[in-house]
């Protein structure tokens, strides 16, 4: 029948192998699977801390940190603390500030005002860098060091003018910000911000 149509016999036929454009068969499992380790995941990070074998009231857990620490002051106890974040995929990074009583760092704050008697105040208090056009030039002349600042404050009346100095202030987390309360009238409010700290997630961590 082959030779009667002009076909090569069966014996001399290549094998042909088929396939299919369509998914594997396994991935609805491997994303039950991904989906159920997630689950289990957010449930441990759920787990009260209490059943920690390791868990111990702050009070009790800075005796022995005391009892281990040498050379160090009782009354200063130095704490790294690491979270982890359990949230859903595509959220954005948590990050914001800590508000503490008392700094954890030197407060060493720039204070943006054209006010002298805002000026002549913040000097008082201990201020060392504070003042406006002429704090805004030495910065971009690139004539005042920053890395030692801890905050930075504005008064309103100079808000507009700092715009130039974005690129330079933001990136240190030094940028007078009306939501995070860094531009205001308030002397007393700027000392209270000085026990705030930053917290930024990083992977699932904080």
């Given amino acids: 029948m082959f030779k009667s149509l002009g076909l090569p016999s069966s014996s001399r036929l290549l094998p042909v192998r088929s396939f299919s454009t369509s998914l594997t068969a396994n991935a609805p499992a491997a994303v039950k699977a991904s989906r159920k380790q997630q689950r289990l995941k957010q449930r441990k990070y759920k787990t ?7 868990y ?4 009790q857990a800075l005796r022995y940190l005391r009892a281990f620490a040498v050379g160090q002051p009782n009354h200063k106890q130095k704490i790294t603390l690491q979270m982890a974040v359990s949230q859903d995929k595509g959220a ?4 914001g500030n800590i508000q503490f009583p008392n700094p954890v760092i030197d407060f060493e704050p720039i204070v943006f005002t054209t006010k002298n008697d805002k000026i002549e105040e913040l000097t008082k208090q201990g ?13 971009k002349a690139k004539e005042l060091p920053l890395d030692s600042l801890t905050h930075a404050f504005a008064t309103p009346e100079i808000v507009d003018r700092l715009k130039p100095l974005a690129r330079t202030l933001g990136p240190k987390g030094l940028m007078p910000n009306v939501k995070k309360g860094t531009v205001t009238d308030d002397i007393g409010k700027m000392f209270q911000l000085s026990g705030q700290y930053p917290f930024k997630q990083k992977d699932v961590h904080l």
């Fill in 92 to 95: 954005h990074p948590l990050n």
């Fill in 48 to 54: 009260a801390p209490q059943t920690h074998p390791l």
């Fill in 127 to 139: 201020i060392k860098l504070v003042g406006g056009v002429d704090l805004i030039e030495k910065i």
């Fill in 56 to 59: 111990l009231p702050v009070s």
